[in-house]
């Protein structure tokens, strides 16, 4: 059963310590679609499943660009995408939204979704892989 919209933002309101709502769900939007731009295949398919369908459809519909950002370059991304955001909150952000996604799908999934993304993504999703 996929978490509903109000407990996966509450969720994401906890984590990312948001003011309310909207605040949350504005991070979780461009995250979400930005990630779905950086993953192909059935990973992006399955990971969109742990989500609320308001979130998945951003994720599983987002038109795959064909190699992946750097985590660099997509905090960088985000920063453009959130009015007032600088590196260090669009990566608040991003924790925010896919840690709350890696507690929701199997590990062995997230596992094959940072296969698929250059180093540096385990620490944005909150699974810091061993050196």
Known sequence: MTISREDFLARVVERGEYRGDAEADHAARVV?????????????????ESLPETYASLLRDARPTGEALTAERFV?????????????????DIGAVLSTLADLAPDE??????DQL??????????PLPA
């Open 32 to 48: 979400l679609a930005l990630l779905g731009e950086h993953l192909v295949g059935g990973e992006r398919a399955e990971l969109a």
């Open 76 to 92: 960088e991304a985000v920063v453009g995408w959130i009015d007032g955001a600088t590196p260090a909150t669009a990566q608040w």
């Open 109 to 114: 999934l997230i596992g094959r979704v940072l």
């Open 118 to 127: 250059p180093d540096g993504y385990d620490l944005l999703f909150g699974h």
